[in-house]
């Protein structure tokens, strides 16, 4: 079973740019769809961006607000988040997740495995 890891959280400017990182452990990385989920304390997860198996299709949510880009690299086997002029509402927990459903699907029940998350402080 793939395993994910994200990576690239911390303690981030105002302002600023970062971007996260999710590697999986399976060759067949690239037949799975990956989204990005945050979490901010007392809040429910919420569905930031998803990419399709070769990257050519994305979806974003709320969240995004603009300032996220998801992207992916099949040949390292990981998805990327950047994200642009962080604000301290992007701060929380963000997860990726893996679905083998096709399509703009945003809801975290169709995400199957989920890396531990990496968390994102946005804080001068």
């Known amino acids: 079973q793939i395993e994910l890891i994200e990576s690239g959280g911390g303690l981030v400017q105002p302002g600023t740019s970062l971007k996260l990182s999710c590697t999986g452990s399976a060759s067949n990385f690239s037949e799975y769809a990956v989204g990005w989920f945050r979490q901010a304390p007392g809040q429910d997860r919420k569905f930031v961006a998803r990419i399709s198996r070769n990257g050519a299709r994305t979806l974003y949510g709320d969240p995004a607000s603009g300032r996220f880009t998801i992207s992916r690299d099949n040949a390292k086997r990981t998805v990327y988040l950047q994200v642009t002029k962080v604000k301290p509402e992007d701060s929380g927990v963000y997860y990726c997740?893996?679905?083998?459903?096709?399509?703009?699907?945003?809801?975290?029940?169709?995400?199957?495995?989920w890396g531990q998350g990496t968390q994102v402080t946005v804080s001068s």
């Open positions: 997740a893996t679905t083998l459903q096709f399509g703009d699907i945003k809801e975290a029940r169709t995400f199957g495995i």
